[in-house]
């Protein structure tokens, strides 16, 4: 039997049906027990990450912890999520951030794994796993995780709270990495963060001392909504929200919803309070199976006219949509996050690619909302795919910020149109071009009278998308060249129409793929030229704030594949990441080639 009947018999969901068909650039496994056995042997179990910036409290000692779970996931494909109490930090410990940890380590043959962590339904951490080699990986994930405080130490110390974790594997004689996982949370006190960046991996005590080190105790008028902020994401909120609502789906399932098709719609009904001053809907997002590379999908009609046998089609745009009532409230158009087993995976080891194992999250303010949500009645919210097929992982947590006493609120304005999407498809038998264009423009607000007064919030949002997906030499060569552009601002007045805070996000992701692929020297294999240039430029500006995100990786490698299996190859990876805020800056360059890490340089100085 070959590996791809064993994948059609084992992973009828995550894997779906490896074809080398010339449209579908298929999901990966780095084999290495089918290599031809020229690789190297390290002994030593080797630390695979991804390139990001440090926490700021990296260095500290926590004022407290707690080890949340610890487990193997073996066997655990089509089970639901491993599952078990969430104990809170003692109420002696003082803490006001708090970091999530995810520590794991695998040995074996292993596809990389989705994964996702949650309490009480509220998802914390959406997470992918690496393919682990012969002597074994391990990684750590390190996420701040302060905007769930009340989730983390609920007020109501009486109830059961749950931990649940899911990432689905199988192990079999095939395939034999078990994922050993622990995760844990971190607690620390404000008094000792030192804001922004206390640590740059490969400092010494000496650039250390040098760098400029804000301590919030110098600050003296930096209080806690101050550090909140900085420590915050990009799209940043004043102080965690007082509740958080789980928009997410049964237990059994793993809480996600998984979305099949561009007509399935998951939703949750909720009644929310009447002392809600603010709320702020925070969506995870991930893609698989036929939708994996959503990007590179040509139409349907391609598929048809070539009778093709894969499923990886619908054309290249996705869009995830909210809904309030089943009126659009607001949508994204995700980061395309590429898996470990993703175009090349000789790309991504040691270092993953970008958001592989930090998934982002996506905020969507639903204040101006507020009008349509508080009147003490249940209501719907709504998740869906704009031409998705199988299938996405979609889940959301609503935020929300709670008043002493009731407040009333109004929609004062409501215009979020659906997304205008040309499309131009040429082909002619393999080859072809399929362009894609799409753009929308909207605008909510809305009023609140809460103890801070009448304050009226107005969003407006503009997306816009683009993408060229060509094949070339009976469909053996694809070039995808594709991106994403979006600025939202949000305005906060107050009665008399005076300005109190106004933020506005800039985002672009371009996203270009390579891929030309010729026969191999030996029977049923090929030879595969991968390319793969990516950015995420994040740009944040509020009143008296700003911070600015600009991350690539470049990436250029050859393989030599049967079915669905790297037989060999070579791939190198190019990573920057630049991270610029009020505080200072962080820069790192990271090099691999051949999956060595030959150059991994940090950097605290501004350009
Ligand atoms: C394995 O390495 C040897 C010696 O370096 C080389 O001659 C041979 O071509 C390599 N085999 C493969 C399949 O790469
Ligand atoms: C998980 O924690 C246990 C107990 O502390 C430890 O033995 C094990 O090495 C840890 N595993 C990982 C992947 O960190
Ligand atoms: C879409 O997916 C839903 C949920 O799996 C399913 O019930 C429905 O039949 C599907 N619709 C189409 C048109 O395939
Ligand atoms: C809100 O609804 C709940 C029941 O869903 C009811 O108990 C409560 O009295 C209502 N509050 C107001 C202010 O109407
Ligand atoms: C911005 O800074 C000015 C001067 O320090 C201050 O008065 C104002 O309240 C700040 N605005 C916001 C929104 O933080
Ligand atoms: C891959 O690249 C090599 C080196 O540039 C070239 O010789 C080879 O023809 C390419 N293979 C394909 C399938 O494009
Ligand atoms: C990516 O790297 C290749 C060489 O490895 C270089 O030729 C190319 O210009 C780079 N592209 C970008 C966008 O940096
Ligand atoms: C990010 O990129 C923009 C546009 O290229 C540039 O103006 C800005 O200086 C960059 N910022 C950082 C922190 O690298």
Redesign the pocket.
Known sequence: MNIANILILLLPLFFAVPIQSSSSPPHFLKSFTQNSGNETINDAPQQYFEVKRPLPTDAITPACSVSAL?YSFGNTYGSPPVTVDYIPPPVTCQWSLAVLEF???CKGEQYDRIAGVWIDGVELLRTSTPQPTEDGI?WNVRKDVTRYSSILSPSQDDDDHTLSVMLENIVNDEFTGVI???VSFLFYSDDDVRVPLSVVSGDSEAQRLNRKLISVQTHENVDKIELDRVLNLLYSYDKPADLILPISGDLDEGFWFRIQNESDVETKNVQISQKTYKAVLELYVSFHGDDEFWYMNPSDSYIEANHLATGRAHGAYREVLVTIDRKLVGSVIPFPVIFTGGINPLFWEPVVSIGAFDLPSYDIDLTPFLGLLSDNKSHSIGLQVADGISFWLVDANLHLWLDHSNVKAETLKHKVPSMEVHRHNQFQQLDGEFELEGERESVAKGSVTSSFGNIKSEYTDKLKFKSKLKFKDQGTRKQLNQRIKRKSKIRITDENDKLIQSLQVEITYPLKINIETGPGSDADTSVMNTTVVQERNEKFNGVNDSRVLNQSQNCTGSMVVKGNAVLSGSADNHQSYDYKDRFGCYSRKVDVIGGDVVADVASAVCA
């Open positions: 610890t520590r794991a380590e391990f050993h996982v622990n």
